[in-house]
């Protein structure tokens, strides 16, 4: 699978802008400012229905003009099949998306169509943030693998919004009916979810300790421990034994809303003791982990987006994880960088320069 053209319109900082890709390898060059990063978050936009960056849909909307629209071409099973994708934001609107000109019901049935990875500047903070950032990280790869996933933890959150907001009701007594209600419903996408990370996290492993073996020549040895409290006792006795602090601090508190993935460097906690350089090559070694991952369950192979992946670190690193992108276990990859010719010079396969400004 590739991206053959990619038109924005409105778009970020993009008043209409066309551009034709390498089914392999491109490299999007320019200085800041010049929408690199949102060239990127188009491909990210067409595959996943949202941008990377979150936020609301608007912001995606160039100053002063009422909508945006990202279309793109992408060629299936050998170049041999084409499938037309157009994503349409218009303000105070519901979103659309046609493919081949079909609009979809619910926007989560895209999900998974056209897999994708994408690696940014911002992402040290799986590493260094709150577990919300490591749940992210895994819901992102499951939800591409797997629609039942998906489907349970659009499930959980939608009943975990409503038991909260049951619990934060100012009524005189809490609807204890209503409430076991939804603790009953929320016991099998929990279990559903749980089971799916644990054997993500046991998959990924291997991947990723080869990924960073590779890109840091063998320095370091690293390691990702997944921690749920759903590990040691059935959710539903979770649930009966936090009611009263549930009810106190007027929230869930348990649940896999609270899981987390630890990581380790040389048996220590990352956080604490690695270094920027390190914290980076652990970093795009969990999202190559992630690529391969998503490429195992998948008839084509996902696109990966690299943004700015070059600074913090060593030149080594840099040569290591270029040698990386050229191996035939990649599909479609776009790299940005600042530096006008600085992939040009280590690549050693055919690509193309897409120069920006």
């Known amino acids: 699978m590739y991206l053959q053209t990619l038109k924005l319109t409105q778009f970020k900082n993009y008043a209409q802008k066309s551009f034709d890709f390498d089914a392999r390898l491109n490299v999007i060059t320019g200085h800041n400012g010049v929408g690199k990063t949102n060239l990127l978050d188009g491909i990210y936009v067409l595959c996943m229905t949202k941008s990377f960056f979150g936020g609301v849909d608007k912001n995606l909307i160039q100053k002063e003009t009422d909508f945006a629209r990202i279309a793109g071409i992408f060629r299936l099973e050998n170049g041999m099949k084409q499938m037309d994708v157009v994503a349409k934001v218009v303000k105070q609107k519901k979103k659309v998306f046609e493919v081949n000109g079909k609009?979809?019901?619910?926007?989560?049935?895209?999900?998974?169509?056209?897999?994708?990875?994408?690696?940014?500047?911002?992402?040290?903070?799986?590493?260094?943030?709150?577990?919300?950032?490591?749940?992210?990280?895994?819901?992102?790869?499951?939800?591409?693998?797997?629609?039942?996933?998906?489907?349970?933890?659009?499930?959980?959150?939608?009943?975990?919004?409503?038991?909260?907001?049951?619990?934060?009701?100012?009524?005189?007594?809490?609807?204890?009916?209503?409430?076991?209600?939804?603790?009953?419903?929320?016991?099998?996408?929990?279990?559903?979810?749980?089971?799916?990370?644990?054997?993500?996290?046991?998959?990924?492993?291997?991947?990723?300790?080869?990924?960073?073996?590779?890109?840091?020549?063998?320095?370091?040895?690293?390691?990702?421990?997944?921690?749920?409290?759903?590990?040691?006792?059935?959710?539903?006795?979770?649930?009966?034994?936090?009611?009263?602090?549930?009810?106190?601090?007027?929230?869930?508190?348990?649940?896999?809303?609270?899981?987390?993935?630890?990581?380790?460097?040389?048996?220590?906690?990352?956080?604490?003791?690695?270094?920027?350089?390190?914290?980076?090559?652990?970093?795009?070694?969990?999202?190559?982990?992630?690529?391969?991952y998503l490429a195992q369950s998948s008839a084509e192979l996902p696109i990966l987006l690299m943004d700015d992946i070059f600074d913090k670190l060593d030149r080594e690193r840099v040569g290591n994880l270029v040698e990386i992108l050229g191996d035939a276990g990649f599909g479609q990859v776009f790299i940005t960088d600042t530096h006008p010719t600085r992939v040009s010079e280590l690549l050693e396969v055919p690509h193309q320069v897409v120069g920006l400004g």
Do not use: C
Request: proline share 3%; glycine share 4%.
């Open 103 to 292: 609009a979809y019901d619910r926007l989560s049935a895209h999900i998974g169509r056209f897999p994708v990875v994408m690696i940014a500047p911002d992402d040290t903070l799986i590493a260094t943030g709150g577990s919300e950032e490591r749940r992210k990280f895994a819901d992102n790869t499951l939800a591409q693998k797997n629609k039942a996933y998906l489907d349970a933890l659009l499930k959980y959150n939608r009943l975990l919004k409503q038991r909260n907001a049951l619990l934060k009701s100012k009524t005189e007594r809490l609807d204890m009916r209503l409430l076991e209600s939804y603790n009953e419903q929320l016991i099998a996408p929990a279990e559903s979810i749980f089971d799916a990370r644990k054997a993500w996290t046991a998959g990924l492993m291997p991947l990723f300790n080869e990924y960073y073996r590779l890109i840091s020549g063998e320095r370091e040895d690293v390691r990702m421990e997944y921690k749920s409290s759903l590990a040691t006792e059935r959710f539903a006795m979770l649930l009966d034994r936090a009611l009263e602090k549930d009810r106190i601090l007027e929230r869930t508190t348990v649940g896999i809303h609270r899981d987390d993935f630890v990581f380790f460097m040389d048996d220590m906690p990352l956080k604490r003791f690695a270094s920027q350089g390190q914290r980076k090559s652990f970093v795009i070694a969990l999202k190559l982990a992630q690529y391969q």
